[in-house]
Nanobody, 126 residues
Framework: QVQLVESGGGLVQAGDSLRLSCAAS????????MGWFRQAPGKEREFVAG????????VYADSVKGRFTISRDNTKNTVYLQMNSLEVEDTAIYYC???????????????????WGQGTQVTVSA
């Protein structure tokens, strides 16, 4: 079982940037698709961005496309989410997750992810 720890959240103003990190331990995640999800108060957890085990394979939610970038550094067993032009609507707890099965094309479905971090709070003020 892999352990995932997110960091980098905080309180920022609209238009600012943040970079979230997700450090994995327990096993390598280099052969696993990874994803970022978020959950705002009173809402369901939603997909934000995903990256396949093969780096060029990336997908984004329409709401963040062009503003957020997901990347991975397999030498550090870490996945990142660069968030630019943040909006108030981006306020949520952000979770990192790893696919249940290696070598798959990245998924947007929460049920395809078997390991989750505790989350990091991102708050964007107007």
């Amino acid at each position: 079982q892999v352990q995932l720890v997110e960091s980098g959240g905080g309180l920022v103003q609209a238009g600012d940037s943040l970079r979230l990190s997700c450090a994995a331990s327990g096993r390598t995640v280099s052969t696993y698709g990874m994803g970022w999800f978020r959950q705002a108060p009173g809402k369901e957890r939603e997909f934000v961005a995903g990256i396949g085990w093969h780096d060029p394979n990336r997908v984004y939610a329409d709401s963040v496309k062009g503003r957020f970038t997901i990347s991975r550094d397999n030498t550090k067993n870490t996945v990142y989410l660069q968030m630019n032009s943040l909006e108030v609507e981006d306020t949520a707890i952000y979770y990192c997750a790893a696919h249940r099965t290696p070598w798959l094309v990245v998924s947007r479905r929460t049920t395809d992810f078997g390991s989750w971090g505790q989350g990091t709070q991102v708050t964007v003020s107007a």
